[in-house]
């Protein structure tokens, strides 16, 4: 069955610290990702997407997300987290018309 | 101008009632969908709409019934109200059908069934 894993349910880092969100897939052949962020109260908002080409995606709010098929991996990462990125974020994979998102991962950002 | 609005965003009623969600998209967007979020933040899609045929019906209690007037607006409307159907209710639009465009999504409509 096609599906998208976060393992991690919650992260917790440290302002100014890295990040790194976990995704991976499990489709019959390469699904379209998309990375999206919940804040408190609020729908979701895209991050970034992939489809093809270029494996290292830019994305909004200094998030990127690097697609390896080797490990069925698309993870999230930022260098450097900011109080406001406290939220959910979900991983969303997109194939043959059906489409999956994962669990979710909080992130809690200590001052 | 807000993209995706449903309304309304808080809703608190007994079970057994019957009530509506309505969501309206001023994004041009051919295709929308309503998702239930639960109490763990989990998403799961209910229904989708293209250019007002239903596309996706998932496993939904046939209490569930959306109608899409045109294909700016997708109402949700659910009979029989049950504690289990307490959840968030998110409404969102893409260009196509679940392919290349992403989700716009409305801010929610939290129902809550005492």
């Known amino acids: 069955a096609q599906s998208v894993t976060q393992p991690d349910i919650h992260i917790t880092v440290s302002e100014g610290a890295s990040l790194e969100l976990r995704c991976n897939y499990s489709?019959?052949?390469?699904?379209?990702l998309f990375w999206y962020v919940q804040s408190p109260g609020q729908g979701l908002q895209l991050l970034l997407k992939?489809?093809?080409?270029?494996?290292l995606v830019q994305g909004i709010k200094g998030f990127e997300a690097e697609f390896k098929r080797s490990q069925s991996s698309f993870n999230l990462r930022k260098p450097s987290v900011h109080w406001s990125d406290a939220a959910e974020y979900f991983c969303q994979g997109t194939n043959a018309g059906k489409s999956t998102f994962g669990d979710g991962t909080t992130l809690t950002v200590k001052p | 101008d807000t993209a995706v609005s449903q309304t309304p965003k808080y809703l608190v009623t007994q079970m057994g009632n019957d009530k509506s969600i309505k969501c309206e998209q001023n994004l041009g967007h051919d295709t929308m969908y309503w998702y239930k979020q639960d109490s763990k933040k989990f998403l799961k899609i209910m229904f989708s709409y293209n250019n007002k045929e239903l596309i996706i019906n998932e496993t939904v209690p046939n209490r569930f019934s959306p109608k899409s007037p045109d294909k700016a607006h997708l109402n949700l409307h659910i009979n029989s109200l049950e504690l289990g159907d307490s959840a968030v209710y998110f409404c969102?639009?893409?260009?196509?059908?679940?392919?290349?465009?992403?989700?716009?999504f409305g801010e929610g409509s939290r129902l809550t069934v005492l």
């Open positions: 992939y489809f093809s080409g270029d494996t």
């Open positions: 969102a639009s893409s260009q196509g059908h679940l392919n290349t465009g992403e989700l716009f």
């Open positions: 489709y019959g052949a390469t699904p379209y």
